[in-house]
């Protein structure tokens, strides 16, 4: 059973446009959510988080977003750039498997970005 | 945040034969984590892996399977046992950090099988 949906496989954006990613879960315990982006032939590189005691959270031309009451999380990206073409994996985790270490994530299947000049 | 070293970063294997994958971490970690992708599909932990004790299997994962080594802090093993064509995925070890969970959670590089 999929706790973390990413619905749409590929997004196609402009460059120097706005990127947004969705994610929905349904495991109400999440706590903390993260994205992470993945190039071919690479392990997955964290780019931002956010605690479920916040709505929202900036780094940069990145930004997340969350709904706790829709389930929902976003990242937007803006301005868009080439270079950020790659899969974004949205994932979740739960205090109960962090304790005083970060445990286990559960995540999505992941959203194919790209962007053409 | 951590530096881990994963190999073989991909590799060609018979079916019936086996592959071990190995993580180097740059510092000391608690826990490390396997997990696998196989092509479409999200990341899945197969287990756990804590030092000094057995690793902790999640659903669906066996440990004669896919036995993991847990030596020292710093390093861990996977083995892919008697290989299928279902097996080809790309498989990751991955650490987290306490304390700092700003740092998110560090994966190694990946390593693409393919079973023939």
């Known amino acids: 059973d999929q706790q973390v949906k990413q619905n749409s496989p590929s997004l196609s954006v402009q460059e120097g446009r706005i990127s947004i990613l969705n994610c929905d879960y349904t495991?109400?315990?999440?706590?903390?959510f993260l994205w992470y982006k993945k190039y071919p032939a690479e392990g997955p590189t964290f780019l931002i988080s956010i605690s479920s005691i916040k709505d929202k959270n900036e780094d940069g031309r990145f930004t997340v977003f969350l709904n706790k009451s829709a389930k929902h999380l976003s990242l937007h990206i803006v301005p868009s750039q080439p270079g950020d073409s790659a899969v974004y994996f949205c994932a979740a985790t739960l205090s109960a498997d962090r304790g005083s270490t970060l445990g286990r994530l559960y995540f999505g299947r992941g959203t194919q970005l790209t962007v053409w000049p | 945040s951590a530096v881990i070293s994963q190999k073989p970063s991909r590799d060609i294997c018979q079916r019936g034969t086996s592959l071990t994958i190995q993580c180097q971490v740059d510092?000391?970690?608690?826990?490390m984590f396997w997990y696998r992708q196989q092509p479409g599909q999200s990341l899945t932990l197969i287990a756990t892996a804590n030092q000094g004790s057995e690793a902790t299997y999640e659903s669906g994962f066996v440990i004669d399977k896919f036995p993991i080594s847990r030596p020292n802090l710093t390093f861990s093993t996977l083995t892919v046992s008697n290989m299928s064509p279902e097996d080809s995925s790309i498989y990751l070890c991955?650490?987290?950090?306490?304390?700092?969970?700003?740092?998110?959670?560090?994966f190694g590089s990946g390593t693409r099988l393919t079973v023939v």
């Open positions: 510092s000391q970690v608690t826990m």
């Open positions: 991955s650490v987290g950090k306490a304390r700092r969970e700003e740092d998110g959670y560090t």
């Open positions: 495991n109400s315990m999440f706590d903390y």
